[in-house]
């Protein structure tokens, strides 16, 4: 069964995800897992594409939206953005060798449901914890949209 991105836990020792209902973009297709970014031009979410700087959260459920989006296009988002969420992602690039030089660097994603080990050009996320066997990193988003 593949990993996807999913909510943890937060800093502070609460276990519930800050969640939102989100209006999504036109001609989106989201799976439960995916991360999200908002849309600069319509301000609505859409699929999270490496290199993102404006990445909100995860979808809580899965959508297909049409070419023009409705009220009624949206769906629960666990956001990653409030401070000391932890959020478990799939990982590439490569395994973690010392968490210490790992939580000191921002990774980037490589696509929406996985973070790179191997590209920091740009990353929003901190490692925060680590686990080489099942290939996963338990992460705060450092940067995005507020």
Known sequence: MAITPRY?????GSNDPVTIKALIG???TINEGDMLQV??????????VAAS???IG???KPITTGVSPTAQDNIPVNL???KGGIFRL???GGPVTQLSVMSSTLYDISNKTTLNFADTTGGMFRIVAFN?????ADVTLVTGVS
């Open 39 to 48: 849309d600069i031009a319509t301000g609505l979410l859409v699929v999270a």
């Open 26 to 28: 036109a001609s989106q």
């Open 80 to 82: 990653m953005n409030v």
């Open 53 to 55: 700087t404006t990445i």
């Open 58 to 60: 995860v979808a809580a």
């Open 90 to 92: 799939p990982v590439t």
């Open 132 to 136: 080489n066997t099942l290939g996963t």
């Open 8 to 12: 943890v836990r937060n800093l502070d």
